[in-house]
């Protein structure tokens, strides 16, 4: 199946700052990809839409200003979380859409906002 | 409205049980239907899906599901689990409207 990569992996930042999560689909150019928020034991919710070349598309609930999302390129989205604060804190998953409709997933970043 | 539910959150089995994991969807329109399967400390990974064709799919490691549409189900089986099979299954359906998923099971197999 398809490679995703996240990175970091792990990463801890103080409250206020921002963080930047590197979504990569390693062998094949992905024109949709997706970012999710897992908490602890629950299941995954869908955050936004990744579109190449356009904007993305955000759930409801989720502040666009607050989590900004950038699909520069077929192989690349980022999701930047800005003004970050102990809430935050969670396990960020990318995915890719491929053939078929079948996503592929990063291994996930896990956020620690102190 | 669109969803997904898991019936069973937790599941505990010894080896060698029959597994069943309920899975029930909500989707007008053409449905898509997939399991991802999260192994401790790994990413989600594709089971097995369903598109159209022989509602009875089989994906890796001896899974199957079948898919009942008068039930609007896709449960997932597996006749003989092993201790490797502990993970989080999660229930997914695509199609006309966004990708969702259910709230997952965590399986654990009791060696």
């Known amino acids: 199946g398809a490679v995703v990569s996240q990175h970091p992996s792990r990463v801890i930042c103080k409250s206020g700052t921002s963080v930047k999560i590197e979504c990569r689909s390693l062998?094949?150019?992905?024109?949709?990809m997706f970012w999710y928020r897992q908490f602890p034991k629950q299941s995954l919710m869908l955050m936004a839409t990744?579109?190449?070349?356009?904007?993305?598309?955000?759930e409801q609930g989720v502040e666009k200003d607050k989590f900004l999302i950038n699909h520069a390129s077929l192989t690349l989205s980022t999701l930047t979380v800005t003004s970050a604060h102990p809430e935050d804190s969670s396990f960020y998953i990318c995915s890719s859409r491929g053939a078929g409709d079948t996503q592929y997933f990063g291994p996930g970043t896990r956020l620690t906002v102190l | 409205a669109q969803s997904v539910s898991q019936h069973n959150h937790h599941v505990i089995l010894s080896e060698a049980a029959s597994l069943e994991l309920g899975c029930n969807y909500s989707y007008g329109g053409t449905v898509n239907l997939f399991w991802y399967v999260q192994y401790p400390g790994q990413h989600l990974q594709l089971l097995l899906k369903y598109f159209s064709g022989d509602p009875l799919v089989k994906g890796i490691k001896g899974f199957e599901a079948e898919f009942i549409k008068s039930k609007f189900s896709f449960n997932l089986r597996k006749p003989s689990v092993q201790w490797s099979d502990t993970a989080e299954y999660f229930c997914a359906a695509s199609g006309t409207y966004k990708y969702i998923f259910g709230t997952g099971t965590r399986l654990k197999v009791l060696a």
């Open positions: 062998d094949f150019q992905a024109t949709t």
């Open positions: 990744s579109n190449e070349g356009s904007k993305a598309t955000y």
